[in-house]
Every structure is written in C-alpha cells, then in structure tokens.
C-alpha cells in the first residue's frame, strides 16, 4: 500500500510496522489492517493540508482533523467498529511517535471513540445445543476425546462457563457435592451448580482419559486435557467446535462462548430471575446480562409471527 508522507514520516511508519511485527507478535492481518487506516488517515491530510505530511504538521493536529478524519471515513460508509479499528491504530502509531521522540500530541486523548452498535448474544435452540455436544463426542478421532469433548460442551452449555475458566480448571476443582467453585474474571470467585448430567459427563471423562493426577502433585492435573497429557489449548476447543458447527451446519455465531449465551438464554426463557442469572454468569454489572432480555424478547416475536394467525395477516 502507499503512505503519502514525507520521507521522515514514511521513515517512522516503517519503524513503527517493524516494531508491532517483531516486539508486538501482531499478526499479519492486523498490521494490514493498520496500515490501511493510516495510508486513508495520510490520504485525508493530503487533501486537508494541501501537501503531504511531515512530522511537524502531525504535531500540529487537532481534534478537530482527527474528527474530520473519522467523519470522512464514516461519509464514505465505512462502519462504527472499523472506525473504531482506524482510530486505535492512530493511536498506536502516535504513541510510538512519542516514545520515539519524534512528536509529541495529545490531541487524539480527546476523541472519542466511535459508538459501537449493540450487538446481542447469539444463542443456540435447546436442540442445538444438545445435538452439539452429542456430535462433538461422535467426531472425536479417539473415544476419551470424545468423552472430554463432550464433558467440556457439557459444562459450558451445563454451568455457563467461559472457555478459559473451564480449561481452566484442575482435577480437584471437582467438588464432592454439586457445587463449583469458578475463578473468573478479574480472579472473582463464584458458586455455579453442576447438574447431574454434567457430572455424569465429567466424570465419564475422567474414567476413560489414559491420563492421570499430577505425577508431583496429585490431584493437581488439569482437568481437561489434550492428547499429550497437557492442559487442552483454547484454540484446539475452538478447532473441535467449528467442526462441530460443520457438522451441524450451525451458523459461524456457534461458538464455544456461544454455549455460554445458550446457558442464560435458556435459563431466562425458562423463569429464571435476572439476579440469579447475573451471579451464575459471574458478570460484575446487571445491565450485562440484561442484554439477555433483548434475545428473549426477539425469540418470543419470532415465534408469535411463526405461530400467531393474526402475525400472518396484512
């Protein structure tokens, strides 16, 4: 792509691109995504300024031209999040500016951030959910992966856990009754129930994992484990449940944090409290889980214009 800049300027923006590449580990995607924003941000100051940029025009800026920018980006009918996207890559590249000494702007602290739309956690359909863990057990190459797939389904759909708390979790987490203990975020605990057939699936796991406690710490091997004897990476759960999805073809939406929404969604359709639901999901703040309200209501409409007689007429 082409940055139309003066020559110290492009200097900086190589620097900066080699600095998020080698020290940062960004990820290729991303840094073309940065650079996107920053060769359209130098664009609108071309056309702003009357020349190309230089160091002293970028130290120069106020948040009016960054507003400008962004409203720019927004006339050409570029959406909230990728403006969002654009202003934390200027940031970033006027951070790096500073730290390096080259300019030095405080202009971009007072611009906001473009206000996201609301977006509402996708559910899956009761049935979903239960054909999702049974296949995720049918898909496994080997039979106790299959049982830990399904254990792990299990207790996200089950308990309302995120991935990284279930994964998370060490065999002598497994209460003797049928209560868990959760370190969520923040490292705030909470209590989730574990139904019976939740343990029965765990425990079914346990029975047929060829892995066992902690050789220097019994008791202490993580609960959920890959074909090596090690804590399940994250990104393997991921693989398992996109096959899933294939399988079932699920919409891209059923994810493993997807079972998590279920969980709630479910719980509410059912008469659950708001307060009750908020505290199993372990969210700090009750208007986050209200958020599970508006998914309500939208199954009930779809149902009444599925169902109703008078929904159907004009």
Not at 58 to 71: C, V, Y
Not at 188 to 203: A, C, D, F, I, T
Request: hydrophobic share 40%; aromatic share 6%; glycine share 8%.
């Amino acid at each position: 792509m082409e940055f139309r800049a003066e020559p110290k300027v492009l200097g900086a923006v190589a620097d900066w691109r080699a600095w998020l590449e080698h020290e940062r580990r960004t990820s290729a995607h991303t840094l073309d995504a940065y650079g996107r924003d920053l060769a359209a941000f130098f664009d609108f100051l071309m056309d702003h300024l009357g020349h190309n940029p230089g160091l002293t025009d970028l130290a120069k800026l106020k948040p009016m031209d960054f507003r400008g920018f962004l409203a720019s980006r927004a006339a050409d009918g570029v959406s909230a999040t990728s403006r969002a996207r654009a202003l934390s890559s200027l940031k970033s590249f006027f951070q790096y500016l500073e730290r390096n000494d080259l300019v030095a702007n405080a202009a971009l602290g007072a611009v906001s951030t473009p206000k996201q739309p609301k977006s509402l956690p996708k559910a899956l359909g009761i049935e979903e959910a239960l054909e999702a863990i049974a296949v995720a057990e049918e898909l496994a190459p080997e039979r106790w992966v299959g049982k830990r797939d399904a254990a792990l389904l299990s207790l996200l759909y089950g308990a309302g856990l995120r991935i990284g708390e279930a994964l998370g979790l060490d065999r002598d987490d497994l209460p003797a009754g049928d209560m868990l203990r959760v370190l969520g975020k923040g490292d705030k605990e909470r209590v989730v129930p574990l139904l019976p057939v939740v343990r029965q699936r765990l425990q079914n796991y346990l029975d047929h994992c060829p892995y066992g406690d902690d050789e220097d710490m019994p008791g202490r091997g993580p609960l959920f484990v890959g074909k090596r004897g090690k804590r399940l990476n994250p990104g393997i759960a991921q693989a398992m449940v996109r096959d899933v999805r294939r399988r079932l073809d699920l919409p891209e939406t059923a994810t493993p944090h997807a079972l998590r929404h279920s969980f709630a969604t479910h719980l509410l359709g059912g008469g659950g409290d708001l307060r009750t639901i908020q505290e199993l999901l372990g969210h700090a703040s009750l208007s986050t889980t209200q958020r599970y309200t508006a998914v309500d209501s939208e199954r009930l409409q779809a149902v009444y214009n599925t169902a109703h007689p008078r929904a159907k007429r004009r």
